[in-house]
C-alpha cells in the first residue's frame, strides 16, 4: 500500500456557476429594477436593498474564489488522512485512521457525500468535487482499509500518533486526551469481547474505575512537577488493616466539579442517551465516604443482573499499569487524564444505550470511580 496517495479536489463548474449566479441575482435584479424608472417611487428603497443584497453576495464569491484559487487535494497519508472539514471555509483537516469513528455515505441527488467523523472533527467529501466517480469510490475504498488497518493493529501504533498529536494540540488543547480516550476504549472493548460480545457493566465498571482513579494520579502528577510531595494537598486515611485512602478538594474538582470533570462529561452523555432523572451524586458521595474500611467500600448497589464480572479495584488493579504507559505517550499532560476517561465513557454508554439504561450505567461509573479515586496504588 502506498504511503500517500493524493486525489484532486475541486469545486465543480456548474456548482461555481450556480453560486455565482445565487450571488449575482438578487442585487443585479433590484439595480435593474431601481433604474429602469417603472418603481420610481421606491427608486431609493430599491438602491439599498440592492447594496445590501450586494454586501450578502460576498460570502458565496468568496467560497468560489476560494475553491478555484488554488489546486485542493485529499491526501491519503501514512498515518492520517488529510479531508475538507464540513464548513464552509473549505478548510482541510489531518485525521489519524485510529481516530475515525464512523464513515457513512449519502446518496444525495446525482451525487453522493461521504461523512467521516473522528475524534478531531467532521468531514464531508463530495463526490461531485472529484474529476471522476471511479476515483470518490476508490478514495472510499482506500480510506476504509486503511482505518481498519490501523484499527486491527494489536497494540496499535501509539508512537507513530505522537507526533501528530502534537502538532494537533497547538490548535486543540485536548487532542491527546480525545485520541488517547479512542485507544483505551478500543483496547478495552477488544479485550472484553466474547462470543456474546461485550458485557456493558463489565466495560462502564472498569472505565469509571480507571476515571477516578485518574483524578488522584493527576493529582500526584502535578504535585511532583511542581517539586512537591507527591500526596501534597491530599488527606490521607489508614485503616484497621493497614490499607491507606486518599482524598481532597484537589481530586474532587476533576472528578465531579470542574467544567470538565467525569461526572460532567458522564451525566452529559446519560442525558443525551435518554437518562432523565440522574442518580444522586451527594448520596454516592456519602455511601462511599461511610464505607471507606469496611467490606461494602468499592461494592456497587446494582441489581444482581446488572452487576459487574468483577470488583472496581480488581479492574482498576490488572488495567492501569498496563494502560499508563500508552496514556503518558499519547496524552502527556496529566491533568487531562480524568478527561480522556471521561470521554471514552461517553462514548461507553452512547454504545451501551441500547442494551443498559443510561441512568444505570452513569451509576455504575460514578460510584465506581467515587470509590476508586480514594484508593492507593502507590502513585
Known sequence: MADLIRYRY??????????????????????YLAGCG??????????????ASGLL???PLWIVARALAKQNFIELRAEEALLPKATLALAFIGMPYSAIKQISVLKLSGHSVAVVVSAF???????????LESEFAEFLAQLEQRRA???????????????????????????GAKIAAQEVYHRLTSAMQNDKGVHAESLLCALGALAGYACQASVRQRNLALGLAEDAGLVQIEDADGNQYFYGDAVNSPLAESQYSVWGLAAAAAQKSGCQALPDLK???SHSANTLGSGEFGMLRLPLRKSPADRPLNYLKALWPNLLPTIRMLCPHP???????GLAIQEAIHSGKSVIDPCIALKIVMESAIAMSKVDLGG
Not at 475541486?10 to 439595480?31: I, Q, S, T, V, Y
Not at 417603472?38 to 447594496?51: R, S
Not at 467529501?125 to 472529484?130: C, H, K, L, M
Not at 488497518?149 to 487532542?175: F, G, M, N, W
Open 10 to 31: 475541486r469545486l465543480p463548474a456548474r456548482f461555481a456557476a450556480w453560486l455565482l449566479f445565487l450571488a449575482m441575482a438578487p442585487p443585479g435584479g433590484l439595480a
Open 38 to 51: 417603472v418603481f420610481a417611487k421606491y427608486a431609493g428603497l430599491l438602491v439599498w436593498l440592492a447594496a
Open 57 to 59: 453576495a460576498i460570502l
Open 121 to 131: 472533527g467532521e468531514s464531508r467529501v463530495s463526490s461531485d468535487w472529484f474529476p
Open 149 to 175: 488497518q490501523h484499527a486491527k493493529a494489536t497494540p496499535p501504533a501509539v508512537e507513530s500518533l505522537v507526533a501528530a498529536i502534537r502538532e494537533r494540540s497547538k490548535e486543540d488543547p485536548l487532542a
Open 283 to 285: 448520596a454516592m458521595f
Open 335 to 341: 491533568a487531562h487524564w480524568p478527561i480522556l476517561f
